[in-house]
């Protein structure tokens, strides 16, 4: 169906990259079920490349679903508390629910810096408060070096 393995390996990259992005999107609203997705880019990879491909690319994204679930299931739960206890249900003494909107920034090759790891935090903050508040963004990037 592809001609070479170039084409096979950019579909394959666009597949992962997709995975990675959508993921933080779809955790708070599908929660654990999302980690489903990390299958995705493999049956893609053994699909493109046989079946060691998609176990190469399988053990490569191991780390990438770790630290997707790790990151992203922290700030979730975080805002999961405060959306519980900070709420006129749960405190009589406040006025309206307290809400909070989280962005997740992990260090990579480009976030290297205490500084600009608190730039991209924030941005994605603002991202997450731009898509309807009470949410948690995620920056989440594949480094030069990855599948």
């Not at 780390?63 to 508390?81: H, K, T």
């Not at 709420?87 to 920034?105: H, N």
């Not at 963004?137 to 480094?143: G, K, L």
Request: aromatic share 6%.
């Amino acid at each position: 169906m592809f001609k070479g393995n170039k084409t096979s390996f950019i579909l394959s990259a666009a597949v992962l990259v997709a995975y990675v992005l959508v993921y933080p999107l779809l955790y708070p609203a599908l929660a654990e079920v999302t980690n489903l997705l990390s299958l995705v880019p493999v049956v893609v990879a053994a699909w493109l490349f046989g079946m060691r491909g998609g176990l190469l690319v399988g053990v490569l994204s191991f780390p990438i679903n770790v630290l997707l679930m790790q990151l992203v299931g922290i700030a979730e739960r975080i805002r999961q508390r405060v959306e519980c206890e900070c709420s006129p249900k749960y405190d009589p003494s406040l006025v309206r629910a307290i809400t909070v909107s989280l962005g997740v920034a992990p260090l990579t090759e480009s976030v290297r810096t205490l500084d600009q790891l608190i730039r991209t935090a924030d941005v994605e903050m603002y991202r997450a408060k731009q898509a309807g508040k009470n949410r948690v963004s995620s920056a989440v990037t594949i480094s030069s070096g990855g599948i």
